[in-house]
């Protein structure tokens, strides 16, 4: 049975696409409530004590509406504002590049956002990006609800020794146990055991991607049982499947695709071996079961890592929520 320790370029990619998805969608704006159409208008939410009640003046409505959406506008453009006073204007191509120089630019601009805003949590520009990234994350088995994304930005702000290192670059032991503190505090003990927790009680049945992988996995896919390893919740069955590779492989170790290209002292691919070099051919070449277990299984700070975290090109950095999940097995 393979090892059961688990890569952390998930995590630590995670905090780093969040917070670019973050800073490039700031110059995006919400709704102007002057150009702006009532249907566009009548989607921004009121508080419950302001919300129409029925037969309530229609123009009155409309006037709270552009009111609320024009406060989200000014709030948004206030952060945007201070910003740039702080770093100079953000290079969204340099954001989505990787590499050191994006990281340490989008350390500076995170700094400058959690200065500029204390609050972080309520600005919805921040949250909502944040919160859809980690739905597509953990998967259909928990309900990542706006909330839920406001208490996790929370956590982190008020329980990083540097929330900025922690949400832009994360890299340190440190920063991946404020995250799971974070789900431990913010989601169900349920979700927590089915994300986190170490103890799943997922079970084939439960989570229909991970039962398309599992199936393929039964089938002889050795690489989608990779995939399905380092994707399912950690103690759950679907883990225990993808370890033993679907009973396929006896005793595999490391990987069931990639035997001898992991070096059993980081747990990590060997960047230097043939296999890893022609996975990320592959990927380049279309391949998005070899761009995942790429992102998977090599060091974030690689070059092959960036390669499997575009989809071969594919996708901006900032983006990935998986290749074959966005693009299919081909692209």
Not at 58 to 64: I, L
Not at 76 to 95: A, H, N, S, W, Y
Not at 148 to 156: A, L, N
Not at 266 to 284: H, K, P, R
């Amino acid at each position: 049975m393979r090892t059961t320790t688990r890569n952390a370029s998930t995590t630590l990619a995670l905090t780093m696409m969040v917070v670019t998805v973050v800073l490039t969608s700031c110059s995006q704006g919400p709704v102007d409530p002057v150009q702006g159409s009532l249907d566009q208008l009548s989607e921004i939410e009121l508080p419950d004590d302001e919300s129409s009640a029925e037969g309530a003046d229609e123009d009155a409505t409309v006037a709270q509406r552009a009111a609320a959406a024009l406060e989200v506008k000014n709030r948004l453009r206030r952060l945007e504002e201070c910003i740039f006073d702080k770093v100079g204007p953000m290079d969204q191509t340099l954001m989505l590049s990787g590499g050191p120089e994006a990281e340490a630019h989008n350390l500076a601009a995170t700094q400058a956002m959690i200065e500029c805003e204390p609050n972080l949590e309520q600005v919805d520009s921040v949250i909502g990006p944040w919160t859809g990234i980690l739905q597509a994350m953990v998967g259909d088995h928990v309900d990542f609800t706006l909330n839920k994304g406001r208490c996790t930005v929370r956590y982190v702000l008020d329980n990083s020794d540097d929330p900025a290192y922690t949400m832009a670059i994360g890299d340190r032991m440190e920063d991946q146990q404020v995250f799971i503190d974070a789900y431990e505090e913010c989601l169900t003990p349920e979700e927590f055991a089915n994300t986190a927790g170490g103890n799943s009680t997922l079970a084939y049945g439960d989570d229909a991607r991970l039962d398309e992988l599992h199936d393929r996995c039964a089938d002889g896919d050795l690489r989608l049982c990779d995939t399905l390893y380092w994707s399912a919740p950690a103690g759950s069955d679907y883990g225990a499947f993808a370890a033993d590779c679907g009973g396929n492989r006896p005793a595999a170790m490391y990987s069931c695709s990639l035997e001898g290209a992991v070096d059993p002292a980081t747990g990590f691919a060997d960047l230097e071996s043939a296999q890893i070099n022609d996975l990320s051919a592959s990927c380049v070449d279309g391949d998005m079961v070899a761009c995942d277990l790429l992102f998977f299984i090599t060091p974030l700070d690689s070059d092959h890592n960036d390669v499997g975290f575009t989809c071969g090109g594919r996708i901006g950095i900032g983006a990935y929520s998986g290749c074959r999940t966005q693009l299919g097995d081909k692209a």
